[in-house]
């Protein structure tokens, strides 16, 4: 089997998210297929170019944006050839095939994705994902990440199959000085859509004079409250009133049946379930109820050391409610369950198992 070069954080991830399909122990074969690394790009905040929706699924760079001229020649590379000789196989030597649900069913990509996730700017400081303020403005890692955008910018002019375009799952977008050159020149096709992530407080400053305000298929937009009290408690220093006129703005311009909330539930915002069935009723869209996930951010124990970061936001198990040895986990699921028949509200697989 060959071996890759990797970075510490993708060795990290492969340490986290195992087993892998090399070194799983389950006797029993993998017969379902995979066409995710023929059809899916995700670059990270690094430029590295990886062929799955998820980083930590296959933590495999083939390399960097500016290693490629189009987004063919990013599958055709030859650590991308190994990488889909090797699950066309279905040996998933570097899946995480535990997570990836590559166990339950296959995987079948309907068409080109291309997922952006190159800058962590971002005009928020949520305790889940960061201990403090990243914006990044100038500095070499500033220029590497516009020459990345620039070459993005390229590849989608010579691209002339359908695509669907997803940014950013570990910033803000219409907060990032380094996105901004793909809102504001890019010049979209009929067969390009995109998919927008973003905390909704710029919406309206950003993108009320831009043409590819029509090309946005999707608003997932993150809130993870319902209520001024909890919204301003956990997605600081966000103002409660800022993000619902942003989403009258995605009214007026007729765009809410595009919306789709994201909601992950730690111990701070639980209790504002109730308020999220009223809200996505008040916007007549969707809400994805997700799982809190281990980012880094928080540290696992308790010592006699903790910084003062730590001192004030805890440790990830003060805010994991979904874990049954929580003190407030019973409370927790007592209100997911009541709101889980909702036709506008999505659990994921995790929650969905957690109050079973």
Not at 118 to 145: V, Y
Request: charged share 20%.
């Amino acid at each position: 089997m060959s071996t890759f070069t990797m970075e510490p954080q993708y060795l990290y991830k492969l340490s986290t998210m195992g087993p892998r399909g090399q070194n799983t122990n389950d006797p029993v074969n993998i017969e379902h297929s995979c066409n995710m690394p023929h059809r899916y790009i995700t670059v990270d905040y690094l430029g590295n170019c990886l062929l799955c929706h998820c980083d930590g699924w296959l933590p495999i760079p083939v390399g960097k944006v500016t290693d490629f001229d189009s987004i063919e020649s990013v599958f055709a590379a030859s650590s991308s050839k190994m990488l889909q000789q090797d699950i066309d196989d279905k040996k998933f030597s570097w899946c995480a095939v535990d997570h990836c649900g590559i166990r339950n069913s296959s995987v079948k990509q309907p068409g080109f994705e291309l997922a952006i996730n190159i800058d962590e700017s971002c005009n928020l400081q949520c305790a889940s994902c960061r201990r403090e303020p990243i914006m990044h403005t100038k500095g070499p890692d500033f220029d590497f990440k516009i020459q990345c955008i620039e070459r993005i910018i390229t590849w989608l002019d010579k691209f002339d199959q359908p695509i669907r375009i997803v940014s950013s799952g570990n910033g803000d977008v219409l907060a990032s000085h380094v996105m901004r050159p793909l809102l504001q020149k890019w010049k979209y096709k009929q067969s390009q859509t995109f998919t927008l992530f973003t905390n909704g407080l710029l919406l309206r400053k950003q993108l009320e004079k831009l043409p590819i305000l029509s090309a946005i298929k999707m608003f997932s937009i993150s809130i993870d409250a319902a209520s001024q009290a909890v919204y301003e408690d956990v997605r600081r220093p966000g103002k409660w009133s800022v993000l619902l006129d942003n989403l009258k703005f995605l009214q007026e311009q007729q765009l809410n049946k595009l919306i789709r909330f994201k909601f992950i539930v730690q111990r701070r915002n639980y209790q504002d379930l109730l308020n999220l069935v009223q809200l996505v009723e008040q916007f007549d869209c969707e809400v994805d109820v997700t799982e809190l996930q281990d980012w880094g951010t928080w540290s696992h124990f308790r010592t006699d050391n903790d910084d003062a970061w730590t001192q004030a936001n805890g440790i990830y198990s003060d805010h994991d409610v979904l874990n049954p040895n929580h003190a407030e986990h019973k409370p927790a699921i007592q209100m997911l369950y009541s709101i889980k028949h909702h036709p506008k509200i999505n659990l994921s697989q995790i929650v969905k198992q957690a109050i079973q």
